[in-house]
């Protein structure tokens, strides 16, 4: 799940299991990670690529993973295997009702208040979702209760905006051509946690930062289309308000945005193809030894 601008009126707060299930709503029948064709967006493909891979390092073979905003399952589906408990863990119950993939549990849960007994979670993966979180410091709190030892926490967070136009470009033209779309006061944005303030978030939850691996990834985009369906997989609350629009606000949409990539988007080899840029960090959290939490002497 990604935070971006909410339309106001759509949820009753912003962020709550009403919120999720209004978005998850309007993009169950589109397929996000992978159309008719059998394509996949080329950006949101590579980052679970990443994702998956790194995770499956740390999890190693069987033990239980959850994820974290699991929405419509597909880091989930991609770190199900043999041996392996994968938790499923959403506000929103609805796209958690549509994985049904053996090995993968559903759990319908505040990520504050996770109803999992302590200690019995070897890996938690949280992709494209700890700033949408009301409370991320206190998530990350209750997230360290449920790791077993030699656990770890993998977060995924956004690089600097430069070089994230694939997702930066639509955010800014769906705040200009629909007014009404705005982030709740005191609301993070996908952009304001990086890797300095993650540390700090973790901190008081006796989390520290032991890695952090870099990804990126280029969209090549030919028109309208294909550039909403690269951001719509990565900016799920985005994607849900531009289709709430009515039919002449997204036509204007779709008739500003050549002029748009023009300006902050290079052409490939291929002059009729823009190259959308999308990087991110994927953070390794792991408890603190005790050790590391005994301050040395004066």
Do not use: N
Request: with cysteine; hydrophobic share 50%.
């Amino acid at each position: 799940m990604t935070a971006a601008p909410t339309t106001d009126g759509a949820a009753a707060t912003y962020g709550s299991r009403t919120h999720w299930d209004g978005v998850h709503a309007l993009l169950e029948d589109r397929a996000l990670l992978e159309d008719r064709s059998g394509a996949r967006p080329q950006a949101a493909g590579a980052l679970l690529d990443h994702m998956a891979a790194v995770a499956d390092r740390l999890a190693g073979a069987g033990g239980v993973v959850m994820d974290l905003g699991a929405g419509q399952g597909a880091l989930v589906r991609a770190l199900a295997q043999p041996g392996r408990l994968v938790i499923a863990s959403d506000i929103a119950a609805g796209p958690l009702a549509a994985i049904r993939v053996p090995g993968i549990a559903g759990l319908v849960a505040d990520a504050a208040r996770p109803a999992l007994k302590p200690g019995v979670i070897d890996l938690i993966t949280c992709l494209r979702g700890l700033w949408t979180l009301p409370d991320p410091a206190g998530v990350l709190t209750a997230m360290a209760g449920l790791l077993a030892p030699g656990g770890h926490i993998l977060v995924q967070l956004w690089d600097r905006p430069a070089r994230c136009r694939l997702i930066g470009t639509g955010a800014a033209l769906l705040g200009k051509v629909l007014p009404g779309l705005t982030r709740p006061a005191g609301e993070a944005g996908p952009f304001d946690i990086d890797p300095d303030g993650l540390v700090a978030l973790a901190a008081p939850a006796g989390l520290e930062l032991v890695a952090i691996e870099d990804g990126a990834a280029t969209a090549g985009i030919c028109d309208a289309a294909g550039y909403w369906r690269e951001f719509d997989a990565l900016a799920e609350t985005a994607a849900a308000a531009r289709l709430r629009a009515p039919a002449a606000l997204q036509a204007r949409l779709d008739a500003a945005l050549p002029g748009v990539l023009d300006r902050v988007l290079p052409r490939g080899g291929d002059a009729a193809v823009w190259q959308a840029p999308i990087a991110w960090h994927l953070c390794t959290l792991a408890p603190r030894t005790v050790q590391d939490r005994i301050t040395p002497p004066g």
